[in-house]
């Protein structure tokens, strides 16, 4: 399955992309190693593609994902905040904290998302 990075999937794709269960997917919802938004009329999850990276030949998830959504969450931060933040230009960061992860910069992204509780 290729996937557009700025696309949007379902937990049955997400699930495809991964190789697992629907159900190994909604778990890694529950313990924040991946985000999802509403979206749509009807409400459905949505999972961002940009949550997930290539890893030896297949799609893992981000790494460092569920360590700052931890972060932002203790900040007071819900999931559309979290994402509106990681998708955000951030100054100090020089662009969009998720593409600093990506890229692998994690300890500068928490440092910035560990000030904004204060």
């Given at each position: ?8 999937l ?9 190789g697992?269960?629907?159900r190994d ?9 991946l985000?999802a ?6 409400g459905?999850?949505?999972i961002?593609?940009?949550a ?11 790494p460092?994902?569920r ?11 819900d ?7 990681l998708?955000g ?10 593409d600093a992860l990506?890229?692998g910069?994690?300890h ?10 204060f």
């Open positions: 399955m290729t996937v557009s990075p700025e696309s949007w379902s937990v049955p794709q997400a699930a495809e992309l991964l697992v269960t629907q997917v909604r778990s890694m919802l529950a313990d924040r190693s985000i938004l509403r979206r749509g009329g009807g459905a999850l949505a961002p593609a940009l997930f990276v290539d890893g030896e030949g297949a799609a893992r998830v981000l460092s994902l360590g700052t959504l931890i972060t932002l969450a203790d900040a007071g931060y999931d559309e905040e979290a994402w509106s933040w998708t230009d951030v100054p100090e960061l020089g662009g969009r904290p998720i990506r890229s910069r994690v500068a992204v928490r440092t910035v998302a560990c000030t904004l509780a």
